[in-house]
């Protein structure tokens, strides 16, 4: 791996990896305990109509799409919070007909042939060196946004009608906790891909869960486990010449599954020993 750090791309992906696992250890975080994976989902693919406005507009990639996934995560937010009892299909309608916008979108574009893998399962290796900075930047800004109502959001995940009795705007955090998913996606697509990017919101912050106590520290290890899922695929990517975003995540599945592991068999009973019997 060392080795691999004299070219400019891989420096460039390891930095982009380590920004977005930030990211994903916080909103992740936030994401798994408000129960919100499912809309986390819909945000992600409704973003790929905002990766055709781009091209089709001409405009730069993260202003069309971070706009447009603003908008889908603005709609969902409204129709979660005033139909509940069919918040799933209507995600479902926004979810689909934003992917089949951004394939039109494509398709209508003068001269352009998008290269539709680099989006669905991420393009890590070709992250320039100007994105890093707006990734940096957007990430400094999704940190300190959650730092700053951090009590806020802990009250609103663990209890919202608690948080509500005790004046906490739980609407407007739920429709900026929507904004802030979206935001994180944007990011996020560039590494993985918006098929795999659930798996990358979800995976490190559902093992950390297991292992901590608040929701603090469910961030930081979260953070620390994206940061090392990312790094070790991105390295099994280079020797075995594979697609780095799947690779990621598959290396985050296997952290699930010896966390899973790991977790049963430390909740197994120890056996209790024998008494031992007296002859008469």
Request: charged content about 10%.
């Amino acid at each position: 791996m060392w080795d691999a750090l004299q070219f400019e791309f891989m420096r460039n992906a390891v930095a982009a990896g380590l920004l977005v696992s930030l990211v994903c250890g916080v909103i992740g975080t936030l994401v798994v305990v408000n129960r919100i994976v499912f809309l986390a989902g819909g945000i992600a693919h409704a973003a790929y109509g905002g990766i055709g406005l781009a091209f089709f507009m001409g405009w730069p990639y993260l202003a069309g799409t971070l706009g447009f996934s603003l908008g889908s995560a603005g709609i969902m937010a409204a129709v979660t919070l005033r139909y509940r009892h069919r918040a799933d299909a209507m995600v479902g309608i926004i979810w689909a007909v934003g992917m089949a916008a951004g394939v039109i979108l494509l398709d209508l574009t003068p001269g352009y042939h998008a290269d539709l893998m680099s989006y669905l399962f991420g393009s890590i290796l070709a992250v320039p060196s100007s994105d890093l900075w707006q990734m940096g930047l957007l990430a400094i800004l999704l940190i300190a946004v959650v730092a700053y109502d951090y009590q806020d959001f802990l009250a609103m995940s663990y209890d919202d009608e608690f948080a509500r009795l005790r004046g906490v705007p739980v609407t407007f955090l739920y429709c900026l906790l929507m904004g802030m998913i979206a935001v994180t996606v944007v990011m996020i697509i560039r590494v993985v891909g918006l098929i795999l990017v659930i798996a990358l919101l979800t995976i490190p912050p559902f093992i950390a869960e297991k292992f901590t106590g608040s929701l603090k520290a469910m961030m930081a290890v979260s953070s620390i486990l994206s940061a090392l899922f990312t790094l070790t695929g991105l390295w099994f990517s280079y020797l075995l010449n594979l697609t780095s975003g799947a690779t990621i995540i598959l290396v985050a599945a296997a952290g699930f599954v010896i966390a899973a592991l790991w977790e049963r068999l430390r909740r197994r009973p120890a056996p209790s020993a024998g008494t031992r019997s007296s002859s008469p």
